[in-house]
């Protein structure tokens, strides 16, 4: 039904506290929602995935509480979005650990811990919400472990294909550049064309 009276000022002060109470809603609820979004992992997840198919080798520490080479695949797990990196089996319980890589919802960040022994409290080796920050993080604690006896450059899979894909970039490079050259030289020599066109109109004019 249509009302043509005016707005009384009490209504429009009622209205107005509504529309404040209503932004102030809508914020909260933002922030809730911002507060509990899902961390990006997928990067994380790919790194480990990949070099788990390679010829990897790292020290760690064996059942007889030796220090002993392992491959890279056999002393990572993961699973829904957790990874564990087994750094210690030994047979004692104290002596066992790993690093756990997992995505903390309430803070929003990437969390890596150091596990060590029975009912091991978890101790924060580093945190951050970027992956890349991460992945750095974790490729400095690999490389520190690697067992370059056993770990050879030519023979990880993932090697020949970067070496492979680097090619293909700078030749995708220089043919886009060849291109471009090809591309001006062709713009030039239309603009020559056109002046000489102009020219001969001017003389037989």
Known sequence: MHNSKPISPSAR???KRLEKRSQEIQRALSLEKLAHQEIPFDEIDLFFKQMMSQNIFIYTVGQNGKRESTILAKAVFSMSQVIRIFYSTSFDDENTGFIR?????????????????????????YSSRDQCHVIRFLIRWLLRRIDWDKTKLANLELYRRYHQELQ????????????????????RDYEEHMKNQARRKKIRS
């Open 13 to 15: 002060y009622f209205i």
């Open 101 to 125: 890589i997992q995505a903390d919802k309430n803070k929003q960040v990437i969390v890596v811990e150091r596990l060590h022994g029975i009912r091991p409290r978890p101790e924060i080796l």
């Open 168 to 187: 293909e970039e700078a030749e995708a490079k220089m043919n886009a550049a060849l291109l471009q050259q090809e591309q001006e030289r062709v713009q």
